[in-house]
């Protein structure tokens, strides 16, 4: 496969939402991805570009992100029936196995870390950072900090999942992102820390007890989570916390 075709798949890649429906999901926009493979292995074959597109025209779904290491592997497998080496029914069959693991994959990545601690973040930014210049800056930073792991996964999609064909599914595990996860999740969980306590700090006036119990109870919510216990724990202790902070206040 020669490397201007990858790079066409990729750019049309990011209009994969683009066709997005209630029939099909994200037919439209993956078979508009992978259409230069078709020109590519067909040319001038009306017949085959036909049926290539009404195979990817089938429904599939997952997030657009992640759907380059589907499209990765249909590049490879698409190449495979053309020689003869593979059938078209196992590349239906294989799409829709793929849209469980690329879809909670995106999900636990981006929707519930790289996306929440990048807006976090940005809260942070806009309350701590008042010239109209630093903010422009902060914003671009921001847009770097979301899409350096972005256009990773585009990217290093698209090659492993050419590379590996049938065998990509051994990399669509959480554990093959765990760095990036556990940035973002660290990232996000500063973030609302700082955010939380600097609202605090202004609307309560740097009553000292308050500050204390904030800090405890969040702390120790923290922990139990990281230790997975009940979540009860966590309910219990602000106000255990906050009852023995009033009463050494009281008494002083």
């Known amino acids: 496969m020669q490397r201007n075709v990858f790079i066409k798949v990729f750019i049309r890649s990011f209009f994969m939402q683009s066709g997005w429906n209630y029939k099909s999901l994200l037919s439209l926009g993956f078979c508009f991805s992978i259409l230069p493979v078709a ?26 992100f992640f759907m380059s290491y589907a499209l990765g592997a249909t590049i490879r497998l698409e190449e495979e029936i053309e020689k003869g080496n593979s059938g078209v029914e196992q590349l239906v069959k294989f799409k829709e196995a793929l849209i469980g693991p690329l879809g909670a994959l995106g999900d636990q990545i981006f929707w519930a870390s790289v996306k929440p601690a990048t807006f976090t973040l940005g809260v942070l930014g806009f ?13 671009c930073l921001l847009a770097i900090l979301y899409n350096v792991p ?19 599914f051994k ?53 139990t989570k990281s230790k997975k216990s009940k979540t009860y724990l966590a309910m219990i202790f602000p106000v255990v916390i906050a009852l023995i902070v009033g009463f050494i206040n009281y008494i002083v």
């Open 39 to 64: 020109r590519y292995l067909y040319k001038k074959d009306k017949a085959k570009t036909a049926a290539f597109v009404k195979r990817h025209l089938s429904f599939i779904n997952g997030h657009p």
């Open 171 to 223: 990399f669509l595990k959480i554990e093959n992102f765990k760095q990036i996860r556990v940035f973002y999740s660290i990232l996000g969980v500063i973030s609302i820390g700082l955010v939380t306590g600097w609202i605090a700090a202004s609307y309560i006036n740097l009553n000292i007890p308050a500050i204390i119990v904030f800090v405890l109870s969040l702390g120790f919510a923290l922990y």
């Open 150 to 168: 972005h256009l990773y996964i585009r990217i290093v999609g698209i090659i492993r999942g050419y590379k590996e064909g049938f065998s990509v």
């Open 127 to 139: 309350f701590l950072i008042e010239n109209i210049n630093l903010r422009l800056t902060f914003l």
